[in-house]
């Protein structure tokens, strides 16, 4: 999941204050934290027992559709509008990824699921719409179970690497833990072995400030996610209690898009608003069982005004 990015090249972290002249939003530090410590098993029930995607247990979901953990809440109609810019080949390109939160549901082995609709352009062109699919346990981590994109070259489709959680090796992971704490290790966001997916993810720093357009905002948890399939290169995403993600950045010497994105909209939409919504999620599912053999096999969609 590393679509957006915040930029610090070596040891400087250096973080864009869009919006707010007044904001006292920086962070240095001598680098990122290590990578390299393991996980060790759960042996109870607490929130803080879950320290990696090896802990994922199907029966730790109650109402596994209500999402509100402080940093990631998702709550139907809710979307979140990013704006800034990346690179591509060393172009500069404008891009704006609108997330929206559905009124439908997916069951996913076994545990239902929250629908999320992503849409991600690039110079006002779209570039990928994509699904994904979060639960949250009973203990208040969020797992994301998979995720069905489409990619666009114009108006047409030319990728669809999805992947889901129980198929063809596919793992849920963790979006984000119910207590996230400063020294833990990192632990995997998933894992698409097909596609070769396999982000993680570890706390960055706590505590931060920063603004946006939208708003100034105080505790503001930064986490730093990564592929150690690309090592020098990592995402940071900045996360405020009770709104979710508001900036998005990069770090490392060898980050080649440099994807930095600051929260623009914050909204809650109408009841009309939230049937496109759930219009737009049930035909990309609806392609997604003709392009994609992995989603084919998965259980339909539960809509909500049905």
Sequence with gaps: MRGARYVAAGSLLMVIAAGCSSSTDQSSGSGAPSPTAQPTAATSSDASAVTSA???????????????????????????????????????????????????????????????????????????????????????????????????????????????????????????????????????????????????????????????????????????????????????KYYAPGIGGIRIGWMGPNEEEQEEMVLVRYEHLTAEELDEVRAIVLAQEERAYERSDVYGNTTPIESAAG
């Design 54 to 236: 090896r802990d994922f247990d199907p029966d730790a979901f109650g109402d596994s559709t209500v999402v509100d953990n402080a940093y990631f809440p998702l709550v139907p109609g809710t979307r979140w509008t990013w704006e800034g810019h990346a690179f591509d080949e060393g172009e500069r390109i404008e891009r704006q990824v609108v997330f929206t939160v559905s009124d439908v549901t997916k069951e996913i082995g076994g545990v239902p699921t929250v629908v999320g609709l992503d849409i991600d352009s690039n110079d006002g062109e779209r570039a990928e719409q994509e699904i994904m699919f979060f639960a949250q346990d009973v203990d208040g981590n969020v797992w994301l179970f998979g995720e069905y994109p489409e990619e666009y070259e114009g108006n047409k489709i030319v990728k669809t690497p999805a992947w889901i959680h129980g198929y063809e090796g596919a793992l849920a992971g963790l979006a984000m833990k119910a207590d996230p704490s400063p020294g833990e290790p990192d632990y995997a966001q998933g894992w698409g072995p097909k596609i070769g997916w396999n982000d993680r993810a570890e706390v960055f720093a706590m505590g931060e400030k920063t603004c946006t357009p939208v708003d100034c905002y105080d505790n503001v948890l930064i986490m730093r996610e990564f592929s150690r399939d690309e090592p020098g290169a990592s995402q940071l």
